[in-house]
């Protein structure tokens, strides 16, 4: 037990936890997307799948595990890199983004930012949403989520920082992605190309397609 502390304290194990983590957290939002484009088949279709969804026994222990994955992403994320910063005393004193055939971009070098403002919006994500108003939805006896969420998002400052923090999420997998299959071994001549164009394309369906969600709820949803 102590010998794993050590490996997974180390600087390879805490990428490898890293990246585990972050793949586990990424195939969730895949999950997340397709069942909350839902919404656009109207009030029925969306609460009985998310009714069946929340009714499934094995919801709370898939919630605690969820929890975790996330606490130990953002922490070994956050010691690594307060580890990296002690290795060099000395910053830079001007940043430029390095030319290929380096992979240095913005999504990379803010990643501990952009990770600190999701953890900010998923407590209020939780709040708003998981652990808002219980309305019930007429006839069926079941919760009203797409009420919630036209409700939510009919407010012009959630909907915007709810906008913002998945343009946030889009710069984070940007990098995140194909960092993770990087961090597992996935850093092969051949494979490299398509993980980086896989994870751009990701990014852009994740990101792009909760945006919609959320601009098309403000704008439209309420006349639906």
């Known amino acids: 037990m102590a010998t794993r502390v050590r490996v997974f304290g180390s600087s390879v194990g805490t990428k490898i936890l890293i990246g585990v983590t972050g793949l586990a957290l990424f195939i ?41 994955i996330f606490i130990v992403h953002i922490y070994k994320t956050v010691t690594m890199y307060f580890r990296n910063q002690a290795a060099r005393p000395v910053k830079y004193q001007k940043k430029k983004m390095a030319g290929p055939p380096s992979r240095k971009t913005f999504s990379s070098t803010t990643m501990i930012f952009s990770g600190l403002w999701l953890l900010l919006f998923v407590i209020i994500h939780v709040r708003q949403f998981k652990y808002g108003t219980e309305y019930e939805s007429p006839g069926t006896g079941i919760r009203d989520l797409y009420r919630l969420e036209m409700e939510n998002f009919s407010n012009p400052m959630l909907m915007w920082f709810y906008v913002v923090s998945m343009l946030v999420v889009g710069t984070h997998l940007w990098h995140g992605i194909s960092s993770a299959f990087q961090s597992l071994g996935a850093d092969q001549p051949v494979w490299t190309p398509r993980i980086l164009a896989f994870g751009k394309i990701m990014t852009v369906l994740i990101a792009g397609g909760f945006i919609v969600i959320a601009l098309w709820a403000h704008f439209l949803g309420a006349q639906s």
Do not use: A, K, Q
């Not at 069942?35 to 919801?59: E, K, Q």
């Open 28 to 68: 969730y939002l895949i999950t997340h997307i397709v069942g909350n484009v839902l919404v656009f088949l109207g009030r029925d279709t969306f609460n009985n799948y998310s009714h069946m969804l929340l009714s499934n026994p094995l919801i709370p222990v898939i919630e605690i595990g969820l929890v975790l």
